[in-house]
Nanobody, 121 residues
Framework: QVQLVESGGGLAQPGGSLRLSCAASGSFFSINAMGWYRQAPGKQRELVAGITSGGTTNFADSVKGRFTISRDNAKNTVYLQMNSLKPEDTAVYYC???????????????WGQGTQVTVSS
């Protein structure tokens, strides 16, 4: 079992910055991709950014050039640096990790509990 614990959400002004962190703990064989999703009220959950174990990244078009994603494999932690925030970035942000619990298990998606990000003046 894997637990994902998120931190760093809160209130920011338009143009401001926030940094989200997500640490994975528990017993597992390996963590493949990690990423961040978000869900705004009345909208579907969408991918914000992802990063593979090798460091390959991908971003939603709406955040390219403003957000960066990184991970510390030694700490099993993924970070989302959010700059130039806009009101439309307001959402609950969820950490995701694709994990193999053992070497004979297929990859499985784990989710954090979500952290609120509000961008408002």
């Amino acid at each position: 079992q894997v637990q994902l614990v998120e931190s760093g959400g809160g209130l920011a002004q338009p143009g401001g910055s926030l940094r989200l962190s997500c640490a994975a703990s528990g017993s597992f064989f390996s963590i493949n991709a990690m990423g961040w999703y978000r869900q705004a009220p009345g909208k579907q959950r969408e991918l914000v950014a992802g990063i593979t174990s090798g460091g390959t990244t991908n971003f939603a078009d709406s955040v390219k050039g403003r957000f960066t994603i990184s991970r510390d494999n030694a700490k099993n932690t993924v970070y989302l640096q959010m700059n130039s925030l806009k009101p439309e970035d307001t959402a609950v942000y969820y950490c995701n990790a694709v994990v193999r619990d053992s070497d004979h298990d297929p990859p499985f998606d784990y989710w954090g509990q979500g952290t609120q990000v509000t961008v408002s003046s």
